[in-house]
C-alpha cells in the first residue's frame, strides 16, 4: 500500500498547491476590484467638482446674456423717447421701463461678475484637484498593471499544475482516487500523517489498532473520527 499512498500523496500535494495558486489569483483580483472601486470613488468627486464649475459658468453666460439683452431694450427705449413720436404716457412708460432695466441690469452684472469670480477661482481649485487625482491614478493604474501580471503568472502556475496533476492521475489506483476525490468535497487533505499516535488531520488521538495497522502499511487505513486516509 506505500507506493499506492505516495502516488496519491503526490497528487494532495499537487491539489494543494493548485488551491494556494486559486487562493492567490482570488486575492489579487480582490485587491484590483478595490483599487478600481477607489479610481471610481474619486473619479466620482472630481467629475462632481467639474459640474459644479460648469454650472457657474453656465450662469455666469446666462446673467451676461440677460445683461446685453437688457442693455438692447434700453436702447431702443431711449431712442424712441428721443425720437419722441408718441404721447407723454407713452413716454413716461417708456421711461419707467428703462430705469427698471438699468436697475435691473446693474444687478445682473454684479451678480455675472461675482459669478464669474467664482468661477475662476474654481478653475485653479478644479485644476488643482484633477492634476493630483491623475498623478494617484497613474500610480494606482501601473500597481492595477503590475497585479494583472501577478494573475498571470498565477495563471500560468495553474495550468502547469494541472498538467502535472494530470500526469500523476495515472499511478493511482481508481478505487482508491474516488475514495480520494470524495474526501475532497469535505477537506482540503483527505490524506493525513499519523504523528505520535494522532491523526494530523483532525488532530485526535487514534487507538492501539488503529495505529499499528497504519504503520504496518498493508491496507487503507482511515481516521476513525474523521475518516482521513492515514499514513505513517
Known amino acids: 500500500m506505500k507506493k499506492e499512498l505516495e502516488a496519491l500523496l503526490a497528487v494532495q500535494k499537487q491539489d ?50 440677460e445683461v446685453d439683452t437688457l442693455d438692447e431694450h434700453i436702447r431702443n427705449d431711449e431712442k424712441k423717447i428721443k425720437e419722441g413720436l408718441m404721447s407723454y404716457k407713452e413716454m413716461e412708460a417708456y421711461r419707467e421701463r428703462a430705469d427698471h432695466d438699468r436697475k435691473r441690469m446693474d444687478h445682473l452684472e454684479d451678480e455675472a461678475l461675482a459669478l464669474l469670480n467664482q468661477a475662476e477661482a474654481g478653475e485653479a481649485d478644479y485644476k488643482n484637484k484633477e492634476a493630483a487625482f491623475l498623478k494617484w491614478k497613474f500610480k494606482i493604474d501601473a500597481e492595477i498593471q503590475e497585479l494583472d501580471q501577478l494573475v498571470n503568472q498565477q495563471r500560468q502556475r495553474v495550468t502547469q499544475g494541472q498538467a502535472n496533476r494530470g500526469q500523476l492521475l495515472p ?6 482516487l474516488k475514495r480520494y476525490q470524495q474526501l475532497q468535497e469535505d477537506y482540503d487533505d483527505p490524506l493525513a500523517a499519523l504523528r505520535s499516535s494522532v491523526c494530523s488531520g483532525c488532530k485526535l488521538r487514534l487507538s492501539e489498532i488503529t495505529v499499528e495497522r497504519v504503520r504496518e502499511g498493508n491496507e487503507i487505513v482511515s481516521c476513525e473520527h474523521c475518516s482521513r486516509i492515514l499514513y505513517a
Open 16 to 65: 494543494l498547491e493548485l488551491k494556494a495558486f486559486e487562493e492567490k489569483i482570488a486575492g489579487l483580483r480582490k485587491h484590483r476590484e478595490t483599487l478600481e472601486a477607489a479610481i471610481a470613488m474619486e473619479k466620482t468627486v472630481v467629475d462632481d467638482e467639474k459640474k459644479q464649475l460648469d454650472d457657474l459658468k453656465k450662469k455666469g453666460r446666462e446673467r451676461s446674456l
Open 171 to 176: 499511478n493511482v489506483d481508481p478505487t482508491l
